[in-house]
């Protein structure tokens, strides 16, 4: 039986020093290369990926039994095998199809849960449903991770759809953040949504407690000012909020992966049921190339071997996710939580130990502004690390075109600067140019070379719609799965979060004073004696 790991390891040692650049001198790399979906493209040609390693990486993928993982996840099998349970947020956007879990077909609790939130949104951004001081002008959401993340980055991500009340998101224990939230905000008019999963979050709860003091300051009844998104009836009614302003979803919806359903609410709120569908749609129609797409031109599973290759194979061990796209601005954080909290485990599916790295470490922040930071490490620093641009073909702002010309042009300019570079013979020129010699010459021309040879991956796309974020995030979605499969992993549990909070439990009556620091090291004693001093 073929070893595709060692086969790959064997492979990169012979190309790792190769140039790029050379790939191009065969005709039509770049189309080869690459993937569309719709006027969709993704094109990994910037890489050192030869046909040979895209031949062992998808064996790899066949042999690791991705079309089966990825059909049983759909089928509603119970692939999150450490908490028993399904896997189907793909069940939130695909209204259409039929699927059974135990048994039981789940899609018409899922089509009437979005039927109810669609009428409760129009009720709100109508003003059938108000305030106890007049018409909803602003919406809190108070969530944490998946219950934050999602809808908050789509919320930026799709301003110029936005036709309702103004969305906020609280999300840190932090009370800097609900403070300065709330000051500026008219309680009467404001509608308080708290988005927790299991409604135990101890951020989410503080937070939603402080949110109800500081509106029964105000109104005759706070709780009528607020809805909850939430898989734990029991709990939102002991919180006081009524059932029709409930809106629950299944434990198969994992917390990263929820914001296509009442994670949502906030999100549909600001741009209206119609958007939001159209976003599902977005969602639904890479589902659908993830299924139907052989491997070959699958893009999930065409990004997920591009970063096989980078982390596991070429041992790179960061990936930098760069839109150029100002909306997109807290897509990065929002990768960091699924790709990150999905794939940052260290034991296979069986509880043996992972035989090679998983997840990289995944960062980023939108051109241009990155390209006066870090970039400087990513063209010259010792390390090498891939570079995902994402950049559309067009902006919302006609009278502003001449700034999208200069965004694109600069995210172009960035990917062929990761691939050119700049040899120490141009240096000398551009030196000699400017009359320098000798020594001085040599020394200020070595300061000035590029290595280059630096892959990079482009995913451009027409504007960002909410079809095309919901095309975005369903591709990273797959993507993280299908890593995942490949690595034997479980990317749908997260035990990793669980000793900090428990410990973050236990400290609270050591910082108010009521048990004492015993058995605690040094370090953490020495801490807590200065922050309660
Ligand atoms: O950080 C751990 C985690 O469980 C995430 O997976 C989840 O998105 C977040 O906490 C919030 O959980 P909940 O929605 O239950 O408040």
């Known amino acids: 039986m073929t070893d595709f790991w060692s086969d790959l390891t064997a492979h990169h040692a012979q190309v790792k020093n190769r140039?790029?650049?050379?790939?191009?001198?065969?005709?039509?790399?770049?189309?080869?290369?690459?993937?569309?979906?719709?006027?969709?493209?993704?094109?990994?040609?910037?890489?050192?990926?030869?046909?040979?390693?895209?031949?062992?990486?998808?064996?790899?993928?066949?042999?690791a039994g991705v079309p089966e993982r990825r059909d049983a996840m759909f089928a509603g099998a119970s692939i999150n095998e450490t908490e028993g349970r399904?896997?189907?947020?793909?069940?939130?956007?695909?209204?259409?199809?039929?699927?059974?879990?135990?048994?039981?077909?789940?899609?018409?609790?899922?089509?009437?849960?979005?039927?109810?939130?669609?009428?409760?949104?129009?009720?709100?951004?109508t003003g059938r449903f108000t305030g106890q001081g007049g018409a909803i002008t602003d919406v809190v959401n108070i969530g944490i991770g998946g219950s934050d993340l999602g809808p908050a980055m789509a919320a930026l991500a799709l301003s110029p759809f936005h036709d309702g009340p103004r969305t906020h998101f609280v999300s840190n224990v932090d009370g800097a953040q609900v403070a300065e939230v709330l000051a500026g905000l008219n309680p009467e008019t404001t509608l308080v949504i708290v988005a927790s999963k299991t409604f135990t979050t101890i951020e989410t709860m503080t937070n939603a407690e402080t949110a109800k003091r500081w509106m029964a300051g105000k109104v005759a009844d706070p709780a009528a000012q607020f809805a909850a998104v939430s898989t734990a009836a029991d709990k939102t009614a002991a919180f006081g909020i009524a059932p029709e302003r409930v809106f629950g979803f299944a434990d198969w919806v994992g917390g990263r992966y929820s914001m296509w359903g009442p994670i949502g609410?906030?999100?549909m709120l600001a741009i209206g049921p119609e958007d939001f569908r159209a976003f599902l749609k977005g969602g639904a129609e890479m589902d659908t190339h993830f299924r139907e797409a052989p491997l070959a031109a699958n893009m999930p599973v065409l990004l997920a071997l591009?970063?096989?290759?980078?982390?596991?194979?070429?041992?790179?061990?960061?990936?930098?996710?760069?839109?150029?796209?100002?909306?997109?601005?807290?897509?990065?954080?929002?990768?960091?939580?699924?790709?990150?909290?999905?794939?940052?485990?260290?034991?296979?599916?069986?509880?043996?130990?992972?035989?090679r790295v998983s997840g990289p470490i995944v960062w980023g922040e939108p051109g241009t502004n990155g390209q006066h930071a870090f970039y400087q490490l990513i063209h010259q620093g010792t390390g090498v690390v891939?570079?995902?641009?994402?950049?559309?073909?067009?902006?919302?702002?006609?009278?502003?075109?001449?700034?999208?010309?200069?965004?694109?042009?600069?995210?172009?300019?960035?990917?062929?600067?990761?691939?050119?570079?700049?040899?120490?013979?141009e240096a000398r020129a551009i030196m000699a140019a400017k009359g320098l010699q000798g020594d001085e010459l040599e020394r200020q021309a070595r300061h000035r070379v590029f290595?280059?040879?630096?892959?990079?991956?482009?995913?451009?796309?027409?504007?960002?719609?909410?079809?095309?974020?919901?095309?975005?995030?369903?591709?990273?979605?797959?993507?993280?799965?299908?890593?995942?499969?490949?690595?034997?992993?479980?990317?749908?549990?997260?035990?990793?979060?669980?000793?900090?909070k428990e410990l973050a439990k236990a400290l609270e009556p050591v910082l108010d004073g009521t048990e004492g620091t015993e058995g605690k090291d040094g370090s953490t004693a020495q801490l807590v004696a200065y922050l309660t001093a």
């Open 19 to 63: 140039p790029i650049l050379s790939l191009f001198d065969e005709a039509g790399r770049a189309a080869a290369f690459s993937a569309r979906l719709g006027p969709m493209l993704f094109d990994y040609s910037k890489t050192n990926l030869d046909a040979t390693a895209m031949d062992l990486l998808l064996g790899l993928a066949e042999a």
């Open 265 to 267: 609410l906030s999100l």
């Open 86 to 125: 399904a896997v189907l947020h793909t069940a939130l956007r695909n209204l259409d199809a039929s699927v059974t879990v135990d048994g039981a077909d789940v899609m018409p609790e899922v089509r009437a849960t979005l039927d109810r939130m669609a009428a409760f949104c129009d009720d709100v951004r």
């Open 451 to 500: 290595p280059g040879n630096r892959p990079s991956t482009t995913l451009a796309y027409p504007q960002l719609t909410p079809e095309t974020l919901g095309n975005i995030i369903a591709l990273y979605e797959h993507r993280v799965f299908v890593e995942g499969v490949i690595l034997g992993i479980n990317s749908f549990d997260q035990w990793g979060v669980e000793l900090g």
């Open 386 to 425: 891939p570079c995902e641009f994402l950049v559309a073909k067009q902006g919302f702002e006609p009278d502003l075109a001449h700034h999208h010309r200069l965004l694109v042009a600069n995210c172009l300019a960035q990917s062929e600067a990761l691939l050119r570079g700049r040899s120490l013979d």
């Open 306 to 355: 591009v970063g096989i290759w980078h982390h596991q194979i070429c041992d790179y061990p960061s990936r930098a996710v760069l839109p150029y796209d100002q909306r997109l601005v807290r897509l990065p954080a929002y990768l960091q939580q699924l790709e990150m909290e999905s794939n940052g485990k260290r034991v296979a599916m069986d509880g043996s130990d992972l035989p």
